[in-house]
């Protein structure tokens, strides 16, 4: 299974999460659907985090080319929300050319399953 390469050193910066994510006055449906599906919002975003760099280096990353900027990848992966559920979400990343970060770009809940299912 191929990871995201140098998955222990990836960066995720807490604002794509309060900021963006699960900011329902940036992006309503993402929020709404984080909210819904794991119960994730801007006050336990912390949990959100360290559950995406636990998972990393257990889920494989699928290289998705690079426009420019470096290496573009997708990883996704089950992540247990607050509320029990069970979401696939989906992460993208970037091996930054200029910074040499593996970093986060974007993350959103794909499928969930409430944990009575």
Do not use: C
């Amino acid at each position: 299974m191929n990871t995201l390469p140098r998955a222990d050193e990836a960066v995720i910066l807490i604002e794509k999460f309060t900021k963006y994510a699960l900011n329902p006055t940036k992006d309503e449906d993402k929020a709404y659907a984080f909210q819904r599906a794991l119960g994730f919002n801007k006050d336990n975003v912390p949990l959100l985090i360290a559950q995406i760099k636990a998972n990393l280096s257990k889920f494989p990353a699928v290289r998705r080319g690079d426009i420019g900027f470096g290496m573009r990848y997708e990883v996704a992966m089950e992540i247990v929300g607050a509320n029990g559920n069970v979401a696939l979400v989906k992460t993208g990343w970037i091996d930054d050319a200029m910074s040499g970060e593996m970093r986060l770009t974007s993350a959103y809940v794909h499928k969930f399953r409430t944990s009575g299912q």
